[in-house]
């Protein structure tokens, strides 16, 4: 009689855990769903790249330890990277401290760009001091602007008002920038779903699902087309200004629109950071791309994570197919590499920047 209610017991079990097993597996939603590709096809990935680079376009808001940076150039050695550009140098004290302690034992290694604060704009005057506190950082060490996103989203002038990215109480600053021959590193806006109805027809609706802070509904923000026209009028405006469109101008997914911006404004560079997903889905739209814009195009990747470098190196260098994006938030499809050709690497890991940061050492650099 044990036994028997033992094995009827047991049985009993068995059944609850199928239950179970199959209630989840009807209640998984499609942020859990993360299929795993049964496709085997020939590439490896890529760890070190072909050729030194400059990464223009990262942050590093924390004051390193001595040996946090020394950690940090030997990962930066390993990946073949030259140069680190940090973006967010910020201003006065903060800016030489900044200078101090990424310059101080490694003088040939990092870029530090200065910040504009835009609180106070709409107070008389505000222009020429601005531009005066850039010229200082500059003289402190500083070898190029940043520019958040804010400006044209969020950032509110003394009235209260949104201000423009082209509005003209900020010209004394990028007319600075052009006297003084440093490079306006700018972000503008979102990208363009973002602001798009969050509906089924959105590409990116998992993304505003799992982070709906990150929608910019027309109740309360300007449209992309009205975001990034003022960005392209800023362009027009300041012919003798070097401007690095960040993170593609969010027209990686409109390769043809971004050209033209370029074609328009012989002042304007671009670069790929965070937005590689969009380049892995069009690799021989993209590919011609590059190599009709090799000269106007820049490395970059906003976030230092050594291993999500390795995902870069394998879509600009490898001809692999369908190999995985590191971060599905960014992209729900595969990646396939753009194999460019060596001079357009060369143009693209380094030699673009160098033409724009003053006062790199170019000896760590092949000709």
């Known amino acids: ?107 040939d290694r990092f870029v530090i760009f200065a910040n504009v604060n835009f609180r106070g704009v709409g107070e008389p005057g505000w222009g020429e001091k601005a531009a005066a506190q850039l010229e200082a950082d500059v003289r402190n060490g500083a070898q190029g602007l940043k520019i958040y996103k804010n400006l044209g989203l969020t950032a509110k002038d003394t009235s209260g008002e949104r201000i423009p990215t082209d509005d003209p109480r900020l010209d004394p600053v990028w007319k600075k920038c052009g006297e003084l021959g440093i490079p306006v590193l700018i972000h503008t806006g979102e990208p363009r779903s973002f602001f798009d109805p969050h509906d089924k027809y959105n590409e990116r609706w998992l993304e505003l699902k799992m982070f709906p802070r990150r929608a910019r509904p027309a109740e309360r923000f300007p449209s992309w087309e009205k975001v990034m026209s003022e960005q392209h009028n800023l362009f027009k405006k300041h012919p003798n200004t070097k401007f690095i469109q960040a993170h593609f101008g969010w027209m990686a997914n409109d390769l043809a629109s971004l050209g033209k911006i370029l074609d328009e404004n012989p002042n304007v560079y671009t670069e790929v950071a965070a937005i590689v997903a969009e380049l892995g889905r069009q690799p021989r739209f993209a590919r011609e791309w590059f190599i009709k814009y090799q000269d106007r195009v820049l490395f970059g990747k906003d976030t230092y994570r050594p291993s999500e470098y390795f995902t870069y190196f394998r879509i600009f260098e490898s001809s692999d197919e369908y190999f995985p994006y590191f971060r599905k938030r960014h992209a729900f499809w595969r990646m396939y590499g753009l194999n460019l050709p060596d001079e357009v690497l060369k143009k693209f890991y380094y030699k673009n920047a160098l033409k724009l940061l003053p006062g790199v050492d170019k000896s760590g650099f092949p000709d």
């Open 1 to 107: 009689m044990k036994k028997n209610a033992l094995k009827i017991i047991f049985a009993a079990v068995i059944v609850w855990i199928a239950q179970v097993a199959i209630l989840y597996a009807q209640e998984m939603t499609i942020e859990n769903y993360e299929p795993k590709s049964t496709l085997v096809v020939p590439g490896n990935e890529i760890k070190r790249a072909k050729f030194p680079f400059i990464d223009i376009h990262n942050h590093r808001r924390r004051t390193p330890k001595p040996e946090d940076l020394e950690k940090m150039i030997g990962e930066m050695d390993a990946m073949n990277m030259r140069v680190l550009v940090n973006l967010s140098g910020r201003s006065g004290e903060a800016l030489k401290q900044s200078v101090r302690s990424f310059k101080g034992a490694y003088p």
